[in-house]
């Protein structure tokens, strides 16, 4: 079975520095891969996915991600990161055939002045 | 305009009450999507909608129903409400579904049974 661990619960970040949110998974096949982002009393919004290319891939709102196969992870970066950043952000892995994405348990990030 | 609607947005109940929460999209998708969200345990399927006439059950399915009335449409039910299903409650869509494709999430729905 397919699942998604994100290890962070909360990251903490100064506006201005840059900023990665850890993913890894487990599927035995090349995953689906998401990351969607959760800003206070909203719904998702994907950021980004992969399926199949180049590792790294470019998203919105200047976020990328790396897909490392050796290391089963995906992880969510961003250079410089501003105070609207501040949001949960949700790591998912889905596989060809299956209707379901498994979800990971997100990370909270706050932003500092 | 939003695409996903759900109403309500809050709703406060007791325990053993029926409830209906409601998504509404205009995004011509064919498939839907019903998940809950509790702290520190990511989303869950609950139910999903490939078109009005194909409902299949996701992972936690039990103490819930639910009805695509339309394309557009798709109702989530609690029977019998009881303090545990206190959660929020999210509706999607999909184009043409399976795990490559985008979901699109309504606002959700802040559910609290007492």
């Known amino acids: 079975a397919q699942s998604v661990t994100q290890p962070d619960i909360h990251i903490t970040v100064s506006e201005g520095a840059s900023l990665e949110l850890r993913c890894n998974y487990s599927?035995?096949?090349?995953?689906?891969l998401f990351w969607y982002v959760q800003s206070p009393g909203q719904g998702l919004q994907l950021l980004l996915k992969?399926?199949?290319?180049?590792?790294l891939v470019q998203g919105i709102k200047g976020f990328e991600a790396e897909f490392k196969r050796s290391q089963s992870s995906f992880n969510l970066r961003k250079p410089s990161v501003h105070w609207s950043d501040a949001a949960e952000y949700f790591c998912a892995v889905g596989n060809f055939g299956n209707e379901k994405l498994t979800f990971g348990t997100g990370t909270r990030l706050t932003i500092i002045p | 305009d939003a695409d996903v609607t759900q109403t309500p947005r809050n709703r406060i109940t007791k325990t053993g009450k029926r409830i209906m929460l409601e998504c509404s999209q205009t995004k011509g998708h064919d498939r839907m999507y019903w998940y809950r969200q509790d702290p520190g345990l990511g989303l869950q399927l609950i139910y999903y909608?490939?078109?009005?006439?194909?409902?299949n059950k996701g992972e936690i399915s039990d103490g819930y129903s639910v009805s695509r009335q339309a394309q557009a449409k798709f109702s989530l039910s609690l029977e019998s409400a009881i303090p545990n299903q206190t959660a929020l409650y999210f509706c999607?869509?999909?184009?043409?579904?399976?795990?490559?494709?985008?979901?699109?999430f309504g606002p959700g729905t802040r559910l609290t049974v007492l």
């Open positions: 992969y399926f199949s290319g180049d590792t």
């Open positions: 909608s490939f078109d009005v006439k194909d409902i």
């Open positions: 999607a869509t999909s184009r043409s579904g399976g795990a490559q494709d985008t979901q699109y």
């Open positions: 599927y035995g096949a090349t995953p689906y």
